[in-house]
Every structure is written in C-alpha cells, then in structure tokens.
C-alpha cells in the first residue's frame, strides 16, 4: 500500500512490457568503472551555487550526481549530505574533495547512466554486486508474461468494500496499477486472482476463498536489497493493501560480490517453483489448523497466547481482533493465527511484522 501511495505518475506501468521497456533502454546507456577517489576531481560552479560535478578519469564529459548518488558519496568519505546540501556548491566541494584525497578505501565503483547529460546514479564499493532492474523484470516476465491478464499472473482486481465481493477485473490504469519503477529502484506485485483456493468454510457458511500472490523489488544503484516476497491472500482492496495475508516467504539478495549469480540460482528459480506449486499443502494446513481446538475460555486464550512469547497485552489485542473480524472467540489453531497475522498487519516496524508473522507460520507448520 506504500508504494501504491508514494509514487507519482510518472513511476506508475500499466504493463510489464513497459515496465521492462523503460529500465532495459536505461541500462542500455549506462556504464560502470572502478576509479581511485584521490583521482576524483570535483567542480563547482561559482554562477550556479546548486551546480556540483565530478570529472573522473579518462571521462568524456563531468558527472552530474543525482540526488541519491551525492548521498552515496558523502556517505564512502564520511561527511554528512544533509549539511553538504545546505552549502554552496563550491564550499561542498572542498569538503568532499578533501574527503575523496583520504577516502581509505581508495577505490570506488561509478554507475553513470547518458540520458541528456551524463549522471552519476550511484556510488558503491568496489566489489558491489549490481543486478539490474531489467533482470528482475524478465524473470517476472517468465511466469507473468506482461501481467495484465495474458497468462494467470497479473495486477490485482480490488475489494469493493460496500459488498464486501472481491473483482479481479478492473481496468489498469495509473491508479489501480502495481507495476512501479523509479531512478532507483522497481517494485512489482502480481496476483493469481482468477484461480482461487477454498481452504474450508466461513462462519455464514460461505467458502474461505484464497488466490496466490506475490511483490518482489529491486535496485540496481543500492538503494535496497533485491527480494522476492510470496503468500496466500483473501484480497487486496482499491489502497492496494492485502487482506487476509498466509504462508508469507521471502527471499533477500543483498548486492555482494556474487549476487548476480545468487540471484540467476536461487531466486529466480524459486519464483517460478512458486508459480507452478500445488496449494495442497496450504490447503491441508489451513484445514488441520481449523479443527485444532485450543481453548475453550479466555483464560484457554490468554495462556495459549502467553506460553508463545506474546506479552499481555499483545495476547489481548490479538484475542479481540479475532472476535471483531471473524465473529466468534477464538478456539482453533487457525483462529489464532488469523488474530496474530492480523497484528502484524497493524505494526508500522518491520523487524515487528515479520517477528509475529513468524510465531503464526510456526503455529500453522505444527497444526498440519
């Protein structure tokens, strides 16, 4: 739902094909070198107090940085960007030149992309392992073709909150899209919305309706790790948050030395091993975590709740979120992990999400 909220325009794709379009031809004009930094010379405008460039060595023409590079730079020689970006260029120019002549490491790697004028997009060490944007979309591209309804593999339809009925067919347009990509990185989440699960009933007696989904995010100037995220899901609703969250797994790649081919051997892979599972064992698991019951009173709850880790205050927030939203005290397995995954959705922390989604897989892995 952040990334639905956060980007404009002209970061939103209504097709992989275009997604894949846009950063292909950006890398097409990029290019990539290890420099010493004491061979770095920066230049400032004095007519322009905002105007910064790097001329690197055997350079056609000066750097422009971008605003994430300049913060990469300041961070490799110590100095702080917020401060550098408040000065005149040319006095933060002294001060990162002075920083480049006794940067310890010595060398770094340029990524530089001509699009106009030639732009530095990022600064790393030298033995950073770049995946690009692109390569992450052609694996997406493998299973999901252009992810708008050609294969199984699209952008989600949208909860309608007045009938409570889920609609896998709206159109995509910039709004309803969730196919994302800036100067820094690509972000992508597809759903298998058309092919849904019955994992049991609900309590009016109508079927417990699942389809699979997956988000996965790249960046090939640094800004974050590459990671594939995979789950069951009830919906996604028109803010694009996901509703009804199971069997969460998650694949993180961080750009070292040979993250290239950890990503060609160990993600890639497990996305189309997703692609092509069978849901049996979801299945068989939702239906054996439904007829464990576990407690019968509040005080079952609460101490079923506290012999797991979870505070006294946690226990009762998550004893009463099963009674709201699904109507009845919470007795099973599976009503436990519904209350536990549905806190995890309130945490604003990560490191918090996925510590409780964490204790909810387990209680589902021991009931099946």
Known sequence: SSEWFNRPDDERYLSLDDLWA?????????TSRIVETAKIHVEASRDNSER???????ADAPLAPTHWAFGQLASLVGAPASYLRQLPAPLAGINLQYGLSGHRAEQIKTFETEDGRTELRAVTGPDYGRIYDHELV??????AGNGTGDTRWKVPG????????????VDI???TTTLYASDRDVFIFLVDDHNPI????????????YFRGFYCWNSEVGAKTLGIASFYLRAVCQNRNIWGQEEFQEITIRHSKYAASRFAHEAAPALTRFANSSPSGFINGIKAARQQIVARTDEDRETFLRKRGFSK?????????????EGHPAESIFDFVQGITRLAR????QDTRLELEGKAKKLLERAG
């Not at 052609?138 to 299973?143: L, S, T």
């Not at 949208?158 to 067919?169: H, K, Q």
């Not at 309130?346 to 922390?349: L, S, Y």
Request: hydrophobic residues 35%; without cysteine.
């Open 198 to 209: 019955e994992a049991g009933k609900l309590p009016d007696g109508s079927p417990d309706l």
């Open 22 to 30: 846009s950063v292909k031809a950006r890398s097409e004009r990029s």
């Open 313 to 325: 205050l946690e226990a009762g927030k998550i004893i009463d979120k099963v009674l709201v939203e």
């Open 346 to 349: 309130d945490k604003t922390q």
């Open 52 to 58: 910064l460039q790097l001329i690197l060595p055997k």
């Open 138 to 143: 052609e694996a997406v591209q493998r299973i």
């Open 173 to 175: 347009t910039r709004d």
């Open 158 to 169: 949208t909860l309608d909150w007045s009938t409570g009925v889920y609609n896998p067919d």
